[in-house]
């Protein structure tokens, strides 16, 4: 297997390529967020995003807090960061309009996170091509700079070749998949997570009245 792979292994050819993609999304995007579109890769395998769990949860919180009091809440276990900021400004007393307005704040920012990680894969993508292309002029070069030794011609060739085959599938194969992956998630997780601004809201709005009466 491995002998059959190496003609199309080239040193020079994939440091072009890959080194220049590299350098071009360093250029271009901070290392903050480079290292999140890296960090994005451990969610590629997940499935999308459901909030039926979450919205099992609020409905459990809304029964405790008609029983026990809102307080109540404040003890509870919430793993997921928008349920548990919700219910956090629910107990310190936030209306439901402010509770509105938090999440939709919070949604918003997951979003760009997301979609910010898909678009540092996605100028990956744009950019292997055009360095498999300089690669590819590099290797011509460098041939037609050594016409009269015939034993450099061929591994010249390899690198104008390989190059173009090398930012081709980086691209196809790798970066773009990855930010359409990303993207696909990004959006069932933002549709999913709009469905639990409604119960929180209703939430705060049942419990507001009943705050007044014990404060007065």
């Given at each position: 297997?491995?002998?059959?792979?190496?003609?199309?292994?080239?040193?020079?050819?994939?440091?072009?390529?890959?080194?220049g993609t590299l350098a071009a999304c360093v250029l271009r995007f901070s290392l903050v967020n480079l290292a999140r579109a890296v960090g994005a890769l451990?969610?590629?395998?997940?499935?999308?995003?459901?909030?039926?769990?979450?919205?099992?949860?609020?409905?459990?919180?809304?029964?405790?807090?008609?029983?026990?009091?809102?307080?109540?809440?404040?003890?509870?276990?919430?793993?997921?960061?928008?349920?548990?900021?919700?219910?956090?400004?629910?107990?310190?007393?936030?209306?439901?309009?402010?509770?509105?307005?938090?999440?939709?704040?919070?949604?918003?920012?997951?979003?760009?996170?997301?979609?910010?990680?898909?678009?540092?894969?996605?100028?990956?993508?744009?950019?292997?091509?055009?360095?498999?292309?300089?690669?590819?002029?590099?290797?011509?070069?460098?041939?037609?700079?050594?016409?009269?030794?015939?034993?450099?011609?061929?591994?010249?060739?390899?690198?104008?070749?390989?190059?173009?085959?090398?930012?081709?599938?980086?691209?196809?194969?790798?970066?773009?998949?990855?930010a359409g992956r990303l993207r696909r998630l990004a959006r069932a997780e933002?549709?999913?997570?709009?469905?639990?601004?409604?119960?929180?809201?209703?939430?705060?709005?049942?419990?507001?009245?009943?705050?007044?009466?014990?404060?007065?």
């Open positions: 297997m491995i002998d059959a792979l190496a003609p199309f292994l080239d040193p020079i050819a994939a440091a072009i390529v890959v080194g451990r969610v590629l395998p997940r499935a999308e995003h459901d909030a039926e769990p979450q919205l099992a949860q609020i409905a459990a919180l809304g029964r405790i807090a008609r029983k026990h009091g809102v307080m109540a809440l404040d003890r509870s276990v919430i793993d997921d960061f928008d349920v548990a900021l919700g219910i956090a400004q629910i107990v310190d007393g936030a209306g439901p309009d402010e509770v509105a307005a938090t999440l939709a704040h919070a949604r918003e920012a997951r979003i760009e996170r997301h979609l910010g990680a898909a678009e540092i894969w996605s100028a990956a993508a744009e950019a292997a091509p055009a360095f498999g292309m300089i690669g590819t002029l590099i290797g011509l070069v460098r041939m037609f700079t050594a016409m009269q030794d015939p034993a450099a011609i061929g591994g010249a060739m390899a690198v104008a070749l390989l190059a173009t085959l090398y930012g081709a599938l980086i691209a196809n194969l790798v970066a773009a998949p990855i933002a549709f999913e997570r709009a469905r639990l601004e409604a119960p929180l809201v209703a939430l705060a709005a049942r419990e507001m009245p009943r705050r007044r009466e014990i404060a007065a």
